[in-house]
């Protein structure tokens, strides 16, 4: 049943031009422009070209904004309105939202799998093992819907729940140091390696791309899975005892 | 029996949302649950459906215990929501599917159920559509029918034609008429008078959280049928009919408005053929007809004129 209605699901993102427009062909585009700029340079931190650390800080960041897939039909289908048609319904109202979730994971991931042949093609960006890539992906992308799945159960306002998520994306992009470095501080040390989603994708996709099977990158992806895990234990529990 | 509410009660907060509600829904009707906004009408439908949790009362549908079986109970059930709640980004056929699909139905069977559904709402030719291109009837029509692609036996309407045309609103009602025939049982909830007139065998009036009238039209008229309006036209000497007329037994009032006489009497004082009489005593009666209560009359009275601006819950 939940993979059923995952179909119909599927049927309405893939026909949401505008979260399309805004969550895929605007990456497309600034990594086309950002890309033509960096021109060969090296990205001395990353210790990767410019071109490719574009691409790699492009595809996160849009991978922290695609939780609006999950945000809006969580919003549409089990908060507004049409929750009361959808708790008519003779299904538990928390399988359902697991529907979406199968969805938004497959879709967001499905979007940044074509960002890097997008990347990979122009600027010949280095992405590794396409099986390790598309893993890191779908494990990237199951913690940010489920994150954002939560947010969705958690707060009751649609505004309030529109801000965190984007706090909770532009911090985490702040601490991965996508716009400047940030002070050498153990503290934000950790925050900016393993404390926030942005560096833990970054990290868990960097290995991949450096063909290195190194410590970071493999405690980023055990990172991530745990707290995907967790998300799910909890939105689990939330939605429950929610649509009961 | 299709459904049973007994002594059922709802608080949100301070506000009595639902006071002590009884209600049956006896299979094979249309019951009208008319009432006020505010009234606890779509509490009610929430309420006996399991979406909302009451304080306390006991609901049984199909003869079952609604929370032992909610589930179970839910798959005979289908709910039209106030609110256009249909995929806006999924054709009509789509959104049948997805309900169908919801309720088990898969193959042949599903897509017989949804050409027949598409049929009854009148929606054939726009199967492949999506809903943006449609009208607010031909919405509210789709609402309609994805509750009805399961072909559930108890159907729950919740004001399924605001905000529509006449000609919309038209055809849902004899589409109403229709399921009923074919042997649904339904619950049609609106603050529409003459919807309710025009399909429900038996009509309920919620009003403040309380059931304060249940019957017939008929019997509902009858509460209030005390007095009867009769307007008489007479060509000759009206004065003179109007103070015969006041002396008669069971008249409260005789007056003349527009050349016209205006008399309010005791219902079944059998004064018309008296009245008669002296019409054409005092040369010849022009005209005579009288008012009868209406629903509308029985609704007003009950749940009084002032205006309410309530919230459902």
């Given at each position: 049943m939940i993979l059923k209605l995952s179909t119909f699901v599927f049927k309405r993102v893939s026909k949401d031009l505008v979260s399309i427009a805004i969550l895929f062909v605007t990456p497309l585009v600034l990594i086309t422009i950002l890309g033509t700029i960096a021109d060969?340079?090296?990205n001395e931190t990353l210790g990767i070209p410019q071109a490719d650390a574009v691409a790699l800080s492009m595809i996160m960041a849009f991978q922290l904004f695609a939780g609006f897939y999950t945000l809006e039909l969580m919003k549409y289908d089990?908060?507004?309105?049409?929750k009361w048609r959808m708790m008519a319904l003779?299904?538990?109202m928390h399988r359902y939202m697991y529907s979406i979730l199968i969805v938004t994971i497959l879709f967001g991931g499905l979007q940044s799998f074509a960002l890097t042949h997008y990347t990979r093609l122009m600027y010949d960006v280095t992405w590794g093992s396409q099986l390790r890539l598309i893993g890191a992906i779908l494990i990237i992308s199951a913690a940010m819907q489920t994150m954002y799945l939560n947010i969705a159960l958690f707060i009751k306002s649609f505004k309030t729940m529109e801000r965190v998520a984007v706090s909770i994306s532009f911090g985490s992009m702040l601490l991965g140091g996508v716009w400047f470095q940030l002070p050498d501080h153990a503290v934000l040390n950790f925050l900016g390696t393993y404390g926030n989603p942005y560096s833990l994708g970054e990290n868990l996709l960097l290995g991949g791309m450096r063909g290195q099977w190194n410590i970071e990158g493999i405690l980023t992806g055990i990172i991530l899975i745990l707290f995907t895990v967790m998300m799910i234990a909890i939105s689990a529990d939330k939605g429950r005892r929610m649509y009961r | 029996m299709i459904a049973k509410i007994e002594n059922i009660v709802k608080r949100y907060g301070n506000h009595l949302?639902?006071?002590c509600v009884d209600l049956s829904i006896k299979e094979g009707e249309i019951l009208g649950l008319l009432g006020p906004n505010g009234a606890g009408k779509t509490t009610l439908l929430h309420g006996m459906m399991g979406l909302i949790s009451v304080d306390s009362g006991e609901i049984s549908i199909f003869g079952e215990d609604l929370y032992q079986n909610k589930q179970q109970i839910k798959r005979k059930i289908g709910l039209v929501t106030?609110?256009?709640?249909?995929?806006?980004?999924?054709?009509a056929w789509d959104n049948l599917a997805f309900f169908g699909s919801v309720y088990g139905l898969k193959g042949e069977e599903l897509k017989k159920n949804i050409q027949e559904t598409l049929e009854i709402v009148g929606l054939t030719n726009y199967q492949?559509?999506?809903?943006?291109?449609?009208?607010g009837g031909m919405k509210r029509r789709l609402n309609i029918a994805c509750a009805l692609v399961h072909k559930p036996k108890f159907l729950i309407m919740d004001?399924?034609?605001?905000?529509?045309d006449a000609q919309s609103r038209n055809y849902i009602l004899e589409t109403i008429g229709k399921l009923n025939e074919m042997g649904t049982t339904i619950l049609y909830t609106t603050h529409y008078i003459e919807e309710v007139e025009a399909i429900s065998s038996r009509v309920v009036i919620l009003d403040q959280g309380h059931v304060i009238a249940e019957g017939t039209k008929e019997e509902l008229i009858e509460r209030i049928q005390h007095e009867e309006k009769i307007n008489l036209q007479l060509s000759g000497d009206k004065d003179a009919a109007v103070k015969e007329i006041q002396a008669l037994?069971?008249?409260?009032e005789a007056i003349v408005i527009k050349g016209e006489i205006h008399i309010i009497s005791q219902a079944g004082s059998g004064n018309l053929e008296q009245i008669l009489a002296i019409g054409k005593k005092h040369g010849g009666v022009m005209g005579i007809n009288s008012e009868k209560p209406t629903l509308e009359d029985v609704f007003l009275t009950l749940t009084g004129k002032g205006l309410r601006d309530g919230e459902e819950g």
């Open positions: 060969g340079a090296m089990l908060l507004q309105d049409r003779p299904i538990p | 949302a639902l006071d106030q609110e256009v709640t249909i995929f806006e980004d999924l054709t492949k559509k999506l809903p943006t291109k449609f009208s004001e399924p034609t605001v905000g529509i037994p069971g008249v409260k």
